[in-house]
């Protein structure tokens, strides 16, 4: 595979040095994903913002969650679900949920379910969902908004397993402990 750099902010482009002390600040550290991003400034400015956008959304904590291990499973990303399995620890996401998200069982109830099946259904459809699939998700209680930032939250993940497949991203010492693969991968 192409080796891409893990910048530091002395080694990345003059664009995304700010980028990298921003990314510094918020978490104690420079993610691999940031350090791998930053050969790019205007992407990791992009998936910096459209983070902050997703996590500013009408989406609790549970289902910021529900959205991002969902695609981040659908796509087998090695980095990002051992990253939100921490991220969801430190937001205090009960365990039953990220372990079912992550082992592809059912959540423990209809709403997160009906979040899940709806995410799925765009991410594997490419967004050409059946009406009564909108409906069913509107029946469970959500509403268009909803509809718009499951995108917002999607488009966010594409950026980072996209980029995570490519680059082979170190998982971070962190989120080791975390460690996941697919099912069918796993030992």
Not at 24 to 52: F, N, S
Not at 73 to 86: D, K, L, R, S, W
Not at 157 to 177: G, W
Request: aromatic share 8%; glycine share 4%.
């Amino acid at each position: 595979m192409t080796d891409f750099p893990l910048h530091t902010e002395e080694t990345a482009p003059d664009a995304a040095k700010p980028l990298l002390a921003k990314s510094k600040a918020a978490y104690g550290m420079i993610p691999g994903l940031h350090a791998v991003m930053a050969e790019a400034p205007g992407l990791l400015e992009a998936y910096q913002r459209m983070h902050e956008l997703f996590v500013d959304s009408s989406f609790d904590k549970d289902e910021l969650t529900v959205v991002w291990q969902t695609v981040n499973v659908e796509n087998a990303c090695h980095y990002c679900v051992p990253a939100h399995t921490g991220i969801a620890k430190s937001m205090q996401v009960d365990d039953a949920i990220t372990d079912a998200l992550r082992n592809g069982m059912p959540l423990p109830n209809a709403r997160l379910e009906a979040l899940r099946s709806f995410t799925l259904q765009l991410v594997r459809q490419h967004g050409n969902l059946e009406e009564s699939q909108v409906q069913a998700f509107l029946e469970a209680g959500f509403t268009k908004r909803h509809i718009l930032e499951v995108i917002l939250g999607y488009s966010q993940k594409i950026m980072s397993n996209y980029t995570n497949h490519l680059a082979e991203t170190p998982v971070d010492k962190v989120f080791e402990k975390f460690a996941w693969a697919p099912a069918d991968k796993a030992a």
